[in-house]
Structure formats: structure tokens, C-alpha cells
């Protein structure tokens, strides 16, 4: 017999869910640095705005070289007697471009890739909690490691907020620089008309020698992954730096002029690597590594008996019938009641008891307790109509789905007359329990195994059925033949019911609680 211990615990399900979270935010910060990458680089399908600034030098070069004949050309200063004299539809063009870029480099950087890092960074902080706790020792957490994906993902959060920071800062230098463009161009075309300068002056000589050929930009996607500590963007670590320490060097700088002097940080940062695509490729490889090695705790706390007897000795074991054939799968409905109890309800088709039978499933959860459920019911509802009666009513079951905590929406097929499919409402609210022990539910934990308990004790004659007449039915004129889908909202207002064929072609909806949509059945006899 194999045991698996882990698996009875919350701590399994609770690390799967920080696995899951982790990668889908690590999955989304990807995209989102591929996005902007994209905008500012290019891609397989768009030409980046990078480029547009070298693409005008260039071309200055060229006519420089072609047309008036200089040998040594300076773009950067004769830059304007190339752009005053072009068209002003290249100019819209540039501006457009750039702007738009810039304010999605912004935008993406600040309200998507932030968010996302700060998030991911609280998922694997609360993971770094879980390997300090030596109950948690099976799943293998190393806190030297997770402290450098901490790191990672603090950087991430830094360089996001600061190249969303550079964008705004480039927009601004760069609106002002296309302002003086359009500028020179009314000067050129109408230069006895006093054309009034709007523009910073100083923004622009900025944009040119640091914006127009090599942009700050182009630092957050070249160069290797970033390793900065806090301390070389002048913010201290106090988790780091003890407090009585920075004190005394403060009073030591207080003190000594020089100390003063030699302590001012730069303000120049362009040393700094900032290569937000590399870490967050290096953060992916990670956070896999480290939910990797996690993913294998279960199966690291398995444990194999073997059994002492021999096999003359053995009792026989029950022989497990084949699974039977179900038309379809489980359908659950949870709900917290006035006790405080969360009250799960299972419904699946039974065809190797009848065709238009029913297992109802009803398990109680304490939440103050484990997961294993305090009490297990099972019911066995066989549906018949009224105008038929109990003992003659024949029909198939093709779908059934919970509608509210009163009724199941089920789809059936008459196998008398016209055998058109219908849809019917039915009353579970009042079935009668039959109560499982629920110690029989902790080695079998999956839903089918429930389903072959019950089949079993329905063949001992220990589970008997209850017969539950159908209250409202519709028949469907575009489902007829085959199988269907059921979908159902039961919320107050949007009660509504959508039928779709096997063929996935008709679909039939409609509201569920209309009078004149829903018969109401009779007994006719």
C-alpha cells in the first residue's frame, strides 16, 4: 500500500496555489516587457520608434555627403536644414510615432508590469516564510535562494517604476523638441510673420544629445541582468544596516568636512545596469527551479507497507466492478449555510442503475477542522413524469446542472411519442440522505470512486431509490437528436438556461422562470 501524508494536509493545495499564481505572474510580466521591448526595438511585424531618430541622422548624412558636397558632417548641429526644409507630413509622422510609443512604455511600465512584480514579490515573500518553518522541510525551500529571487523581483519593481519614470521624462523632452522643429519650419516657411517661440530651449538640447541618436531607453533591454543593490541607488537597507552603525557614520560625517564630501552620492546612474528583460527571464528560471523541486513533496512523503499475511492467507479482496457509463460528468454546487458549514452537493448520471436515475451527493465541511468532509449523504433520484406515473415512465437522462438550492435543470428524452427533448426543473431540497462513513472517503478521495461506493451499495441492496417527479418541463425545438449541453445561471434576475447541441450548431436559451416558457406537469392520470 502506498500512503501518501501529504495530501491529507492544506499545506499541498495552499503551495499549488502559490505555484500557480507565481507562474501566471510570471508569465504576464514576460508579455508585458515582450510588449514594450516590441514597441521601442520592434518586432517580426512593426518597426520600432528607436529607430526613427538615426533614420533622420542618416539621411542627413547621406544629403550632406550628396548634395553639398562635406566631406566631415555633423547631423547633430545641421540637423534643422535638413528637417525646416522637409515636408511637414514626415514631422506628423515622427511625432505620432515616438509619442505613442513613449506613452506606452509609460503606461505599461506603471499600471502592468509594476503591479505584476509586486505581486509576484508577495507570493515568493510568503514563500521565503515557508522555508524558515521546519514543518515545511519536505518541500525543499532553500531561504538563501528565495532571498535572491526577493531581490530579483525588487529590482524588477524598481526598474519598472523607473523606466515608466524615463518614458515621461523622454515624452516631455521630446514634445518640446518637435515644438521647436515646427518652429523653425514656420520660420522658414513664412519668415516675415514673427513666429513666437514655445519651447525650452534647454529640453531640447537635452533631447538631442541624449535622446535623438542614443536614447537612455535602450539601457532597460541590452546589457546582462541587473545586480545593483539599494545602496547604489543611494536607498539605505535598513534590513541590512544596523541602525547604531548609520548613526555614528553619521555623526562621523557631521563632523569631518572631507567624509561630508566624499559621501554625496551621483546623481549619474547611467552606470547601473537596468536590463529588465534579462531579469525577468532570469526571475522565470527562478521561480520554475524553486516550485520544481517544491512540486515533488508529495511524492517525497510517500511511504509503502506490505502486508505480513501470505497469499493463501489473504482475505479476498472485492472484486471492483467495471466504471459505468455516465452521460454526464459531475456537476457541484457549494454553499456556505447558517452554521457555518461548507456544504457541497454533487450531481451525476447513474445509468447502470436506470437511465433516468440520478446520484446526489451531499458532503459537509467544518472549516475550523481538516478537509476531509464531517458527514457524507448519498441519494438516488429516480426522475419519472407525472402524466406517466411512477412504476411506467420511461426516459433518458442528457444533461443535469443545479439551478438554485432547491432545484437541478435537467434534459431529457422521452423514449415514448415523440421522443422530442425537453428540459425540466426537479426538487432535490427534500431527498433523504443515506449517511457514508465518512473514514471510507479518506482512501477514496477521487469523485468516481464515490460513484462506484454507492453503485456497490446499491447492488447489496443497502441504497434504495427515491422517486421524484419532474414539476416544470419545455420541450426544445432545435436540440432533437443527440447529445446536449446545459449551462444555467441561477442568480436572482439572470435565471436563464442555454441548450446546446451535440453538433454544437442550435442553441436554445431562455428565462427559466417565465410562466409561459415552462409547463407545468400533470398528472393525467
Known sequence: MVNLPLLSH???RDFAKLSSTGRELTWYATCAVKEIRGVWYGDETNSG??????????ALEVKQRESFGQQNTSPVLDLTILLTTGRERGIQKWESV?????????????????????RLHLVIEEVHGWAKLPHFSVFQLSAEELGGVLDLASRGIILANWLAAESRKQLGCFKEFIAWLR???????????GNVPRYDILEVNNYLT??????????WFTGPVPQFRLRDLGIPEPEKDG?????????????????????QMERELNHVDKNLNALIEDLALRCQRVFHRASGAVSRSASISYAPSSDATRAPEKERSAEPRIAFPFRERTVLNEKGEVVQHLVVHMPSVANNTMLLT??????????????????????????????????????????????????????????QISLAMVNYSAAGYQNLPSGGYVTRTSQEDLIQESLELWKDGHLSSTKIAIMRHRTLSSCKDGGVSLALNGRTGRRVACVLDSTGTALESFDVEGEGDMEVADDGR
Open 98 to 118: 515616438v509619442s505613442e510609443a513613449l506613452v506606452k512604455l509609460r503606461d505599461f511600465s506603471e499600471k502592468r508590469l509594476a503591479p505584476a512584480m509586486q
Open 49 to 58: 520608434a528607436r529607430e526613427l531618430g538615426p533614420k533622420w541622422v542618416r
Open 243 to 263: 541602525l547604531d552603525e548609520d548613526m555614528e557614520y553619521a555623526r562621523e560625517v557631521a563632523n569631518d568636512p572631507a567624509l561630508l564630501m566624499a559621501w
Open 362 to 419: 451531499q458532503l459537509r465541511f467544518s472549516v475550523e477542522e481538516s478537509g476531509l468532509p464531517s458527514q457524507i449523504g448519498v441519494a438516488l433520484l429516480e426522475c419519472y413524469l407525472p402524466e406517466e406515473g411512477q412504476e411506467d415512465s420511461s426516459l433518458d437522462l442528457l444533461d443535469a446542472d443545479f439551478f438554485d438550492d432547491e432545484c437541478v435543470v435537467i434534459v431529457y428524452r422521452p423514449r415514448r411519442g415523440q421522443k
Open 210 to 219: 541624449s535622446g535623438l541618436v542614443n536614447s537612455a531607453i535602450d539601457s
Open 10 to 12: 492544506r499545506a499541498i
Open 183 to 193: 518652429y523653425e519650419v514656420g520660420n522658414v516657411n513664412s519668415p516675415n510673420e
